[in-house]
């Protein structure tokens, strides 16, 4: 049986309490302030209301992983002991950035961790790790399957002391946000090298670099994702410092999959909260609501449909547990089979559990008056964000045949 640390209990009761207090109550104000905004992708005032709380009550980068924890103002959490404060963000969707926890910047983050030299961590991670600025982390673009990361054709080159990029990228996440400052962008600086593997390299791009335009803002499912959004991206003679580059040349691969294992899990562990959500938010309204003389929660069908949903979130849920258990035993390169198969089954099996709650709400439920239409979007996006299910499940095959036939 699988049991969370004294100290992942302690987070998992207090984060719990913070949002009975603080993130339930202001769900209303939250969309009021965003709908009121002239901008709709600047900093919401109860925004920064809330971080103050959730950083004095020390909820703050619980991301961080022991092996990263001198980043940290803890001794950091293991990936088994955050999936459950994740999942717990998760029930609403705006939340994570409360607790600076909110993708993409934990992902930038630990990429400045791991690959940041002192100079960009003390440009850069520290007001990250302090939620003062936003980054966004650039990779897709618009005329290329970038499923296949190799086919990015964004240039890097270097010229002199500097490198200039040409290029588009899209649905870049936390662009538009008033308080981005920073891009972490791939690129190819060698597209004749022979190992596809080496071709692309990571640089840093500040926000407002000339040349850096942004098209226009995207939408999943008619949703902007505002305030953090998603853009489209113009690249046209960018030049930055050659000391903006990361890691070094041809290392852009290398950097990408090392950020892209913890984030998918945690995409997985959010989802799991909101269907939990999703499932509670269903069960009340099938005592409250009468079809044909009995109350909802009487039929068959209904009955049918929470059972199913109940049993598919516990087998999310301990699929996303072993997969974290594996990640702290032996890496997320360890565990590639695992989070292929956390990435492959969480996202879909949300996406229908929270369908099966929304038809339990009637029309309702594709409202913005539950969060569960903006739920959905989430759960069918993360179906294409950190690679699409037939990237995921075509490496997972090739693994798992190659497991037992050798």
């Known amino acids: 049986m699988f049991e969370f640390s004294d100290t992942s209990r302690h987070y998992q009761a207090q984060l719990a309490t913070f949002m009975d207090e603080h993130i339930y109550p202001n769900e209303t104000a939250y969309h009021q302030q965003l709908a009121q905004a002239a901008n709709r992708f600047a900093a919401l005032p109860l925004m920064d209301e809330l971080k103050a709380k959730a950083k004095a009550a020390g909820l703050w980068n619980l991301f961080i992983p ?23 963000m998760g029930r609403v969707l705006w939340s994570p950035e409360v607790f600076n926890c909110n993708a993409p910047d934990t992902g930038n983050m630990e990429v400045f961790m791991k690959y940041g030299n002192a100079e960009q961590q003390a440009q850069w991670l520290k007001p990250l790790l302090a939620g003062e600025i936003r980054s966004s982390y650039a990779m897709t673009e618009p005329q290329v399957a970038s499923s296949d990361a190799t086919n990015i054709e964004l240039r890097i080159e270097r010229d002199g002391d500097d490198y200039v990029l040409n290029g588009r990228k899209w649905f870049i996440t936390g ?53 953090i959004g998603h853009a489209e991206l113009r690249f046209d003679n960018v030049r930055v410092p050659a000391a903006n580059l990361l890691l070094g040349e041809g290392r852009g691969f290398e950097i990408a999959q090392g950020r892209l294992g913890p984030g998918r899990i945690h995409h997985c562990m959010r989802l799991i909260g909101a269907a939990q959500r999703s499932l509670e938010l269903a069960c009340t309204r099938a005592t409250q609501r009468t079809t044909f003389g009995r109350e909802l929660s009487q039929h068959q069908s209904v009955r049918e449909d929470i059972a199913k949903s109940f049993a598919e979130i516990e087998m999310a849920r301990l699929l996303v547990l072993k997969t974290c258990k594996r990640m702290d035993e032996v890496g997320a390169k360890g565990a590639m089979d695992l989070i292929a198969a956390s990435k492959i089954s969480v996202p879909i099996m949300v996406q229908t559990i929270i369908d099966r709650c929304m038809q339990i709400h009637g029309a309702g439920g594709l409202t ?20 699409p299910d037939q990237v995921h499940q075509m490496a997972l095959g090739k693994q798992v045949i190659r497991a037992y036939t050798e």
């Not at 293991?78 to 459950?84: C, Q």
């Not at 060698?190 to 640089?203: S, V």
């Not at 913005?368 to 690679?387: I, L, S, V």
């Open 175 to 227: 662009a538009l946000y008033e308080r981005c400052t920073i891009f972490i962008v791939m690129g190819k600086s060698d597209p004749d090298n022979p190992n596809r593997h080496l071709q692309q390299t990571q640089i840093l791009v500040p926000k407002g670099t000339p040349g850096l335009e942004v098209i226009r803002p995207l939408t999943t499912l008619g949703y902007d994702d505002a305030p």
């Open 368 to 387: 913005e008056d539950y969060c569960m239409a903006e739920a959905f979007n989430y759960a069918r996006w993360c179906r294409q964000a950190d690679g």
């Open 66 to 88: 022991p092996s990263l924890a001198e980043f940290a103002d803890h001794d950091g959490l293991s990936n088994f002991d955050y999936a459950p404060l994740a999942e717990l």
